[in-house]
Nanobody, 125 residues
């Protein structure tokens, strides 16, 4: 059973940067994709970015393309989300997720079977 633990959230100002980390344990290499999702208060959980665990190919939501970078360290079973030029609309709880889905469904939360507990990111204007 893959377990995921996020860290690195916090309160920052618009324009600042923040780096989220996700530590995986329990067989992450068996997963196809790992991803970051976020959920703002009263809203659905939205796709942010994903990375294919084996190859490192990356995929992004249009809203974060060019500002966020997802990466992974296979040796350490770690996943990261570097967030630059943060905006107030980036505020939310950020979750890391892992699953055995296919590329066409990489942005759907239902493709992921394992989730972390989430870390809060708040961007003030």
């Amino acid at each position: 059973q893959v377990q995921l633990v996020e860290s690195g959230g916090g309160l920052v100002q618009a324009g600042d940067s923040l780096r989220l980390s996700c530590k995986a344990s329990g067989g992450i290499s068996s997963m196809s994709f790992v991803a970051w999702f976020r959920q703002a208060p009263g809203k659905e959980r939205d796709f942010v970015a994903a990375i294919r665990w084996s190859s490192g190919h990356t995929y992004y939501a249009d809203s974060v393309k060019g500002r966020f970078t997802i990466s992974r360290d296979k040796a350490e079973s770690m996943m990261y989300l570097q967030m630059n030029t943060l905006k107030p609309e980036d505020t939310g709880v950020y979750y890391c997720a892992a699953g055995r889905g296919i590329l066409s469904s990489v942005s759907y939360s239902t493709s992921y079977t394992n989730w972390g507990q989430g870390t809060q990111v708040t961007v003030s204007s």
